[in-house]
């Protein structure tokens, strides 16, 4: 009897031993917040990280558009949108630059910022967020390209206006 019992202990402590044995996973979870102001597409997904410009021999590229919406606190205030710096594609050798023309609810964006009007903006108000406003990417100068691949970064930033229109 004395012989069975030791083998059972020790069977039992294995077996709960390797029952309470656990597995974690931690998982980072990131989220920008300005309380302020963002743009979303129209469905309030957010913008995608990259876009694909189709190209048409002969012609150049084809505009992109995407459609999006602009969230705000305040419908008193306007939205100040500009560009980081000159929008353009290079190849992978970082020749062969080629300009890009980016635009926003029909504006020509820049370095410095264009006020895009509350009223206009907001028409029924801020809670359901702008009227949809296309962000359009075009080849400045239409026209025959080099043969490559190209990519660049385009960076908007939005802020609200310190003076109501």
């Given amino acids: 009897m004395k012989k069975l019992i030791k083998p059972l202990l020790i069977v039992s402590i294995m077996a709960t031993a390797f029952a309470t044995q656990a597995v974690q996973k931690?998982?980072?979870?990131?989220?920008?917040?300005?309380?302020?102001?963002?743009?979303?597409?129209p469905d309030n997904t957010?913008?995608?990280?990259?876009?694909?410009?189709?190209?048409?021999?002969?012609?150049?590229?084809?505009?992109?558009?995407?459609?999006?919406?602009?969230w705000s606190n305040?419908?008193?205030?306007?939205?100040?949108?500009?560009?980081?710096?000159?929008?353009?594609?290079?190849?992978?050798?970082g020749a062969n630059k080629i300009?890009?023309?980016?635009?926003?609810?029909?504006?020509?964006?820049s370095l410095t910022n264009t006020l895009l009007d509350s009223a206009t903006l907001f028409p029924a108000g801020v809670e359901k967020g702008s009227d949809v406003l296309p962000l359009r990417?075009?080849?400045?100068?239409q026209g025959v390209v080099a043969t490559g691949t190209y990519s660049g970064i385009v960076s908007l930033v939005l802020t609200q206006a310190t003076a109501t229109p």
């Fill in 74 to 93: 305040s419908d008193k205030s306007g939205v100040n949108v500009r560009l980081v710096r000159e929008a353009s594609l290079a190849d992978i050798n």
């Fill in 46 to 70: 957010a913008l995608p990280s990259s876009i694909n410009m189709q190209y048409m021999p002969g012609k150049g590229l084809t505009p992109f558009n995407l459609n999006t919406k602009i």
């Fill in 26 to 41: 931690d998982i980072t979870v990131n989220a920008s917040v300005d309380a302020t102001i963002d743009m979303t597409q």
């Fill in 99 to 109: 300009p890009l023309t980016v635009s926003l609810g029909g504006k020509t964006l």
């Fill in 137 to 141: 990417f075009a080849q400045t100068t």
